[in-house]
């Protein structure tokens, strides 16, 4: 399995994570600077378990996390590409550094004489810690693919992303690579989004288009435009540090929107606590002193307030049925007396055929569908010995708890809620959170 030169193994830049955990640390450190907070890690395929030689790579991997920092080019290149990031906060991620044995505590824990489990806590300053997610379960997962299943290589890779790509660019769709998460290594990453650049170069008369990726560090390595705004953690965080589950959205949408401005990052995550719980703050008025006014201006006592959705561009899909929430969007957007041209990005368990039949419902609705394709893209390979699907692991990071309280997440599919069970139960009481299961997000089969 011969390597890029320009890509050794493990993490390879501060940057080598998803644009969200920037954009999030800048609203955390303006607005959350002392919030304490814990995270947990969590394998959603519990019988694909790590050797001993596999878990010491993660920890010696995890301790060259220490090295990185922002390099003076890549600061100049996130001020230049990036403008929304505050100046603060560059100064701030310029003299950022990860500290795992302050932050870290990870234990490997045998199951039998050859495998084991991991157990995966971080716990620190809510701005410290953002930015370990990523690169930890994109450790865990090269540990595994590089110790544990070896039965694979990189023959196809690149041509594999090519052909998806130009399916399609060829079928309209507008899209993004958001694998870094999932990927079976830095190596792959680079070769899918050799491929895909490829794909864009031979289809310039396809009514498709590639967007960029979430990875910051390959969108300046390959001049693509880093992609992303918020996820779970952002609501999550501001629920559980003020333990306030009923003004958490309200929270969250009014400081990302002081953070970035009107109309900046402004693709909205609506599942963290379930949709219609979203909605029911998305349709409200923002706040007065949200609204930039000239100077000059007069009448301002009678100038139309808008509301959240009216100032932001889109929505993001996450979890569910995702033909559902298109007709839950349309009817919300129908109620609000607002246009059609809105955006929805899909970003659960995608793969080209379910983008095509996403992007043509989407479309009839009267919205502007864009896809975040994952690890869909970035893990997808064959069993050299036997033909069959080589099954990615599904791992995740999520926030545990924040100042003390348990953080948890409701999401629109029942097998996606996490967290504590008593506040998971009190939270949907408190909301009225009515769930459901969708088939289609089968955790044994999403990237089928």
């Not at 890029?4 to 609203?27: F, R």
């Not at 955390?28 to 878990?55: G, I």
């Not at 996390?65 to 100064?91: G, I, M, T, V």
């Not at 969108?219 to 992609?227: E, F, G, R, V």
Request: hydrophobic share 35%.
């Amino acid at each position: 399995m011969e390597r890029s030169q320009s890509n050794p193994e493990g993490v390879l830049s501060v940057l080598d994570t998803d644009l969200y955990k920037l954009t999030m640390q800048c609203a955390v450190l303006q607005f959350f600077p002392k919030t304490h907070v814990t995270y947990k890690f969590t394998n959603r395929t519990p019988d694909m378990r790590l050797s001993h030689a596999a878990f010491r790579w993660v920890q010696s991997q995890v301790e060259t996390l220490n090295n990185l920092f922002l390099s003076s080019e890549e600061h100049d290149w996130l001020k230049s590409k990036c403008p929304y990031l505050r100046a603060e906060y560059l100064e701030f991620l310029r003299h950022f550094r990860f500290d795992t044995s302050q932050h870290i505590k990870l234990q490997y824990v045998a199951v039998s004489e050859t495998h084991g489990d991991i157990n995966l806590l971080v716990e620190g300053l809510w701005v410290d810690t953002i930015l370990y997610e990523i690169p930890l379960l994109a450790l865990v997962s090269e540990a595994y693919f590089k110790f544990c299943d070896r039965d694979w290589n990189y023959d196809g890779q690149e041509e594999n992303a090519y052909e998806k790509g130009t399916k399609l660019l060829q079928g309209g769709c507008i899209f993004s690579e958001f694998g870094t998460r999932r990927r079976r290594d830095a190596e792959t990453q680079h070769r899918v989004i050799q491929g895909l650049k490829r794909a864009t170069q031979d289809c310039q008369d396809c009514s498709g288009k590639l967007t960029g990726t979430s990875n910051v560090y390959f969108a300046k390595q390959y001049d693509l435009q880093p992609i992303g705004t918020m996820a779970h953690e952002w609501f999550m965080g501001i629920a559980a540090s003020e333990n306030n589950y009923e003004d958490a959205t309200r929270t969250g949408l009014r400081n990302w929107t002081k953070c970035f401005g009107i109309g900046v990052l402004a693709v909205a995550l609506t599942d963290t606590f379930g949709t219609p719980a979203f909605l029911k703050i998305f349709g409200q008025s923002i706040p007065e002193d949200l609204i930039n006014r000239d100077a000059s201006s007069t009448g301002s006592d009678t100038q139309k307030v808008p509301t959240y959705a009216e100032i932001f561009t889109g929505v993001r899909q996450d979890s569910g049925d995702p033909l559902e929430y298109i007709d839950t969007m349309r009817r919300f957007y129908q109620t609000m007396n607002l246009p059609n041209g809105r955006t929805i990005v899909f970003s659960d368990s995608l793969n080209v055929d379910r983008c095509l039949e996403y992007k043509r419902s989407a479309e009839r609705a009267g919205f502007i569908p864009t896809f975040g394709i994952g690890t869909f893209l970035t893990n997808d390979f064959k069993s050299l010995s036997s033909g069959v699907k080589s099954v990615p692991l599904n791992i995740v990071i999520k926030l545990a708890s924040a100042e003390g309280h348990p953080a948890i997440k409701l999401s629109d599919d029942l097998g996606k809620n996490t967290g504590d069970q008593d506040e998971v139960a009190k939270v949907k009481k408190q909301l009225g959170y009515i769930g459901k299961h969708w088939e289609g997000g089968n955790e044994k089969s999403r990237w089928d």
